[in-house]
Protein backbone atom coordinates (compact mmCIF):
# COMPACT_ATOMS: atom_id res chain seq x y z
CA UNK A 1 0.00 0.00 0.00
CA UNK A 2 1.14 3.84 -0.85
CA UNK A 3 0.77 6.41 2.02
CA UNK A 4 -1.16 9.12 1.38
CA UNK A 5 0.39 12.88 1.41
CA UNK A 6 -1.38 13.43 4.58
CA UNK A 7 -0.31 11.78 8.13
CA UNK A 8 -3.13 12.63 10.64
CA UNK A 9 -2.99 12.69 14.44
CA UNK A 10 -5.93 13.90 16.25
CA UNK A 11 -5.75 15.77 19.64
CA UNK A 12 -6.50 12.97 21.08
CA UNK A 13 -3.51 11.08 20.34
CA UNK A 14 -1.35 13.61 20.20
CA UNK A 15 -1.81 14.27 24.16
CA UNK A 16 -2.65 11.22 25.65
CA UNK A 17 0.13 10.61 28.51
CA UNK A 18 -0.34 7.00 28.56
CA UNK A 19 0.95 6.72 24.88
CA UNK A 20 4.86 7.01 23.98
CA UNK A 21 5.80 9.53 21.49
CA UNK A 22 6.54 7.13 18.80
CA UNK A 23 3.60 5.13 19.15
CA UNK A 24 1.49 8.48 18.58
CA UNK A 25 4.02 8.85 15.19
CA UNK A 26 2.91 5.32 14.16
CA UNK A 27 -0.76 5.96 14.63
CA UNK A 28 -0.22 8.75 12.15
CA UNK A 29 1.31 6.52 9.32
CA UNK A 30 -1.30 3.98 10.17
CA UNK A 31 -3.92 6.89 9.08
CA UNK A 32 -1.85 7.61 5.65
CA UNK A 33 -1.98 3.80 4.38
CA UNK A 34 -5.69 3.93 5.52
CA UNK A 35 -6.61 7.18 3.73
CA UNK A 36 -8.64 5.69 0.71
CA UNK A 37 -10.23 2.91 2.75
CA UNK A 38 -9.93 3.54 6.57
CA UNK A 39 -8.33 0.50 7.01
CA UNK A 40 -4.49 -1.01 6.39
CA UNK A 41 -2.84 -4.40 6.19
CA UNK A 42 0.89 -3.28 6.58
CA UNK A 43 2.54 -5.58 9.07
CA UNK A 44 5.07 -5.34 11.48
CA UNK A 45 7.94 -6.16 9.36
CA UNK A 46 7.11 -3.31 7.23
CA UNK A 47 6.59 -0.71 9.57
CA UNK A 48 9.82 -1.89 12.04
CA UNK A 49 11.45 -1.46 8.77
CA UNK A 50 10.45 1.88 8.54
CA UNK A 51 11.00 2.97 12.30
CA UNK A 52 14.25 0.95 12.42
CA UNK A 53 12.61 -0.84 15.73
CA UNK A 54 12.19 -4.33 16.35
CA UNK A 55 8.94 -5.96 15.41
CA UNK A 56 8.45 -6.86 19.06
CA UNK A 57 8.41 -2.69 19.48
CA UNK A 58 5.87 -2.43 17.14
CA UNK A 59 3.38 -4.93 18.45
CA UNK A 60 3.38 -3.21 22.09
CA UNK A 61 2.93 0.03 20.07
CA UNK A 62 0.00 -1.31 17.86
CA UNK A 63 -1.31 -3.06 21.19
CA UNK A 64 -1.21 0.60 23.00
CA UNK A 65 -3.24 2.00 20.18
CA UNK A 66 -5.47 -0.72 20.12
CA UNK A 67 -5.97 -0.53 24.21
CA UNK A 68 -7.05 3.19 24.09
CA UNK A 69 -9.66 2.90 21.49
CA UNK A 70 -7.84 4.40 18.83
CA UNK A 71 -7.34 1.84 16.06
CA UNK A 72 -9.23 -1.66 15.35
CA UNK A 73 -7.10 -4.80 15.03
CA UNK A 74 -8.52 -7.79 13.37
CA UNK A 75 -6.94 -11.27 12.22
CA UNK A 76 -8.35 -12.64 9.23
CA UNK A 77 -7.22 -16.43 9.02
CA UNK A 78 -9.22 -17.27 5.83
CA UNK A 79 -6.53 -15.03 4.69
CA UNK A 80 -3.57 -17.04 5.89
CA UNK A 81 -3.47 -14.58 9.29
CA UNK A 82 -3.95 -11.64 7.43
CA UNK A 83 -3.89 -8.46 10.02
CA UNK A 84 -6.62 -5.79 9.25
CA UNK A 85 -6.07 -2.62 11.04
CA UNK A 86 -8.82 -0.03 10.99
CA UNK A 87 -8.82 3.52 12.28
CA UNK A 88 -11.41 5.48 14.32
CA UNK A 89 -13.94 6.46 12.47
CA UNK A 90 -13.67 10.37 12.82
CA UNK A 91 -10.14 10.24 11.55
CA UNK A 92 -11.78 7.72 8.17
CA UNK A 93 -13.58 10.51 7.59
CA UNK A 94 -11.67 12.89 7.74
CA UNK A 95 -9.53 10.35 5.13
CA UNK A 96 -12.17 10.17 3.04
CA UNK A 97 -12.20 13.09 1.45
CA UNK A 98 -10.51 14.23 -1.73
CA UNK A 99 -7.16 15.48 -1.02
CA UNK A 100 -7.05 17.90 -4.33
CA UNK A 101 -9.41 19.63 -1.64
CA UNK A 102 -7.34 19.52 1.28
CA UNK A 103 -4.71 21.31 -0.98
CA UNK A 104 -6.89 24.11 -2.59
CA UNK A 105 -7.54 25.53 1.10
CA UNK A 106 -5.74 27.92 1.93
CA UNK A 107 -4.31 28.45 5.51
CA UNK A 108 -1.20 31.55 6.38
CA UNK A 109 1.70 30.01 7.29
CA UNK A 110 1.65 31.73 10.68
CA UNK A 111 -2.11 30.08 11.55
CA UNK A 112 -0.23 26.75 10.69
CA UNK A 113 2.36 27.10 13.20
CA UNK A 114 0.32 28.96 16.06
CA UNK A 115 -2.60 26.34 16.22
CA UNK A 116 -0.76 23.45 14.93
CA UNK A 117 -2.81 23.07 11.76
CA UNK A 118 -1.59 20.67 8.44
CA UNK A 119 0.03 22.78 6.27
CA UNK A 120 -2.02 23.16 3.28
CA UNK A 121 -0.59 24.06 -1.00
CA UNK A 122 -2.86 26.79 -1.77
CA UNK A 123 -1.86 26.94 -5.39
CA UNK A 124 -4.61 26.21 -8.44
CA UNK A 125 -2.00 25.22 -10.62
CA UNK A 126 -2.58 23.18 -13.96
CA UNK A 127 -2.01 19.80 -14.49
CA UNK A 128 1.13 20.58 -16.57
CA UNK A 129 2.63 23.81 -15.08
CA UNK A 130 6.08 23.77 -13.24
CA UNK A 131 5.01 24.13 -9.73
CA UNK A 132 2.73 20.99 -10.23
CA UNK A 133 5.60 19.12 -11.44
CA UNK A 134 8.35 20.20 -8.26
CA UNK A 135 4.48 19.76 -6.00
CA UNK A 136 4.49 15.84 -7.23
CA UNK A 137 7.75 14.85 -7.71
CA UNK A 138 9.52 16.48 -4.86
CA UNK A 139 7.11 17.85 -2.14
CA UNK A 140 10.37 18.24 0.30
CA UNK A 141 10.85 21.15 -1.33
CA UNK A 142 7.97 22.40 -2.03
CA UNK A 143 6.90 22.31 1.22
CA UNK A 144 10.21 24.13 2.27
CA UNK A 145 9.56 26.84 -0.36
CA UNK A 146 5.73 27.29 0.96
CA UNK A 147 7.18 27.79 4.58
CA UNK A 148 9.79 29.99 3.91
CA UNK A 149 7.86 32.43 1.32
CA UNK A 150 4.46 32.30 1.02
CA UNK A 151 3.51 34.32 4.09
CA UNK A 152 5.92 37.21 2.62
CA UNK A 153 4.20 37.31 -0.87
CA UNK A 154 0.53 38.98 -0.71
CA UNK A 155 -0.93 37.71 -3.48
CA UNK A 156 0.44 34.02 -3.85
CA UNK A 157 -2.18 32.68 -6.70
CA UNK A 158 -0.51 35.98 -8.48
CA UNK A 159 2.66 34.82 -8.20
CA UNK A 160 2.28 31.73 -8.91
CA UNK A 161 0.98 32.33 -12.49
CA UNK A 162 3.53 34.95 -13.19
CA UNK A 163 6.04 32.50 -12.57
CA UNK A 164 4.50 29.25 -14.60
CA UNK A 165 4.67 31.40 -17.37
CA UNK A 166 8.49 32.45 -16.58
CA UNK A 167 9.25 29.20 -16.71
CA UNK A 168 7.35 28.57 -19.96
CA UNK A 169 8.75 31.81 -21.16
CA UNK A 170 12.56 30.75 -20.37
CA UNK A 171 11.82 26.90 -21.55
CA UNK A 172 13.49 25.84 -18.10
CA UNK A 173 14.38 22.11 -18.35
CA UNK A 174 12.11 20.62 -15.75
CA UNK A 175 13.93 18.98 -12.76
CA UNK A 176 13.06 19.58 -9.17
CA UNK A 177 16.60 21.08 -8.47
CA UNK A 178 16.60 23.59 -11.26
CA UNK A 179 12.62 24.39 -11.00
CA UNK A 180 13.14 25.13 -7.31
CA UNK A 181 16.59 27.38 -7.57
CA UNK A 182 14.54 29.23 -10.57
CA UNK A 183 11.36 28.95 -8.12
CA UNK A 184 13.42 30.99 -4.80
CA UNK A 185 15.67 33.45 -7.17
CA UNK A 186 11.61 34.23 -8.50
CA UNK A 187 10.28 34.55 -5.16
CA UNK A 188 13.21 36.93 -3.71
CA UNK A 189 12.71 39.38 -6.62
CA UNK A 190 9.12 39.51 -6.44
CA UNK A 191 9.37 40.08 -2.59
CA UNK A 192 11.74 42.84 -3.33
CA UNK A 193 9.66 44.09 -5.95
CA UNK A 194 6.84 43.59 -3.67
CA UNK A 195 8.49 45.81 -1.07
CA UNK A 196 9.76 48.75 -2.80
CA UNK A 197 6.04 49.22 -4.48
CA UNK A 198 4.84 49.62 -0.93
CA UNK A 199 7.31 51.70 0.41
CA UNK A 200 6.42 53.72 -2.07
CA UNK A 201 2.17 54.06 -1.29
CA UNK A 202 3.64 53.98 2.32
CA UNK A 203 5.25 57.32 3.16
CA UNK A 204 8.25 56.65 6.03
CA UNK A 205 7.17 56.85 9.51
CA UNK A 206 8.27 60.11 10.07
CA UNK A 207 6.95 61.51 7.07
CA UNK A 208 3.64 59.80 8.00
CA UNK A 209 3.82 61.78 11.85
CA UNK A 210 5.14 65.01 9.54
CA UNK A 211 1.66 64.74 8.03
CA UNK A 212 0.07 63.85 10.58
CA UNK A 213 1.17 67.03 12.18
CA UNK A 214 0.21 69.31 9.43
CA UNK A 215 -3.17 68.29 8.92
CA UNK A 216 -4.31 68.18 13.09
CA UNK A 217 -2.38 70.89 14.45
Known sequence: MEPGYYAIIPASVRYDKELQPNAKLL?????????????CWAGNDYFA???AVSNETISRWISALKKAGYIEVEILKNEGNKRKIAIDKKVKTYCEKSQDLLMKKSIAIDEIVNSNI????????????ALSFLKENNPSLYETFLMQYQSKIKDFQKFCELFNCKVDEEDLEW??????ARLTRFAIN???????????QQPPMQQQAQQYSKNHF
Open 190 to 200: YIENENRAFGK
Open 118 to 129: RINNTINNTENS
Open 175 to 180: TGKKIN
Open 27 to 39: YGEITALAQREGF
Open 49 to 51: ELY
